[in-house]
């Protein structure tokens, strides 16, 4: 059975203060998570030793960084390497947001190589696709989202797909308080699975976790969520307040 999974994208936000405050409010609600289901914290750098202790008693509870860089060490200052990353036992990487990829000039083939490197260090990539506006009113969001799974992703071979994690994010719908409808995501990640079974076949496509991204808040996580191949969401502004993002949490479907 899938994972369904809730994953908070903090972006860069928050003190230190704010971050042990926002991490105790959502661990005192006492979640019980069943089986299948996850809270991934995607949180800034300096936060990641925090969060993982934060939530260390919560089961199916997780942490994530929100980037990694493409090499394994060196002389690269300022950069973090996936090695680094899974010294610290976390669990995610998010790879390739659409501000990576538009702030920092990341493509495809960059994110292949990012991809790899958190493979071969034991971490689970949750790898973000999706189309700008534009390319959606030329109606060229499926042959956009699959050449971006392609050229990043599609050099794996399947036992190493499992580790991963799909997050679709149209572009359009981050941060704007515009969300895709919920048979928007459906027909995206149905394509997405389409995709996947037809390179890795149906069985490891059914058992990858999609996620939908852009601004998913407490208010219509259940019905997006709830869409046959919607195992959850990416979610940003929405994440940084604890009783939304308790809520999101609470929408996974069973
Ligand atoms: P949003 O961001 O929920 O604020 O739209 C989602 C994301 O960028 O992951």
Not at 34 to 44: D, T, Y
Not at 76 to 85: C, D, K, N, P, Q
Request: proline share 2%; net charge neutral; charged share 25%.
């Amino acid at each position: 059975m899938r994972k369904q999974i809730a994953a908070a994208n903090w972006k860069m936000n928050l003190s230190l203060q704010q971050a042990n405050e926002l991490l105790d409010k959502i661990v005192s609600k006492n979640i019980v998570l069943s089986k299948n289901h996850e809270a991934v914290f995607g949180v800034p750098f300096p936060y990641l030793l925090l969060a993982k202790d934060k939530v260390k008693n919560n089961e199916g509870f997780f942490v994530a960084a929100q980037n990694c860089y493409t090499k394994e060490s060196g002389a690269f200052t300022g950069e973090v390497s996936a090695a680094m990353l899974s010294s610290l036992q976390i669990k995610y990487v998010i790879i390739g947001h659409s501000e990576r990829r538009e702030y920092f000039s990341e493509d495809n083939f960059t994110l292949a190589k990012k991809v790899d490197v958190c493979l071969k260090n034991n971490l689970k990539p949750i790898f973000c696709c999706g189309e700008s506006l534009d390319i959606r009113e030329n109606k060229t969001q499926n042959k956009y989202v699959e050449t971006q799974l392609k050229e990043s992703l599609f050099h794996l071979d399947s036992l190493l797909i499992r580790n991963f994690v799909i997050a679709y994010e149209p572009i359009w719908a981050i941060g704007t308080g515009k969300t895709a409808t919920a048979e928007q995501a459906q027909e995206m990640h149905e394509h997405i699975r389409n995709v996947l079974s037809d390179k890795y076949g149906n069985e490891i496509a059914e058992s990858v976790s999609i996620l939908y991204g852009g601004s998913v808040k407490a208010g219509n996580a259940k019905e997006i969520f709830g869409k046959k191949d919607v195992d959850g969401g990416l979610v940003g502004g929405a994440s940084l307040n604890a009783s939304e993002f308790v809520e999101i949490i609470k929408s996974l479907k069973s």
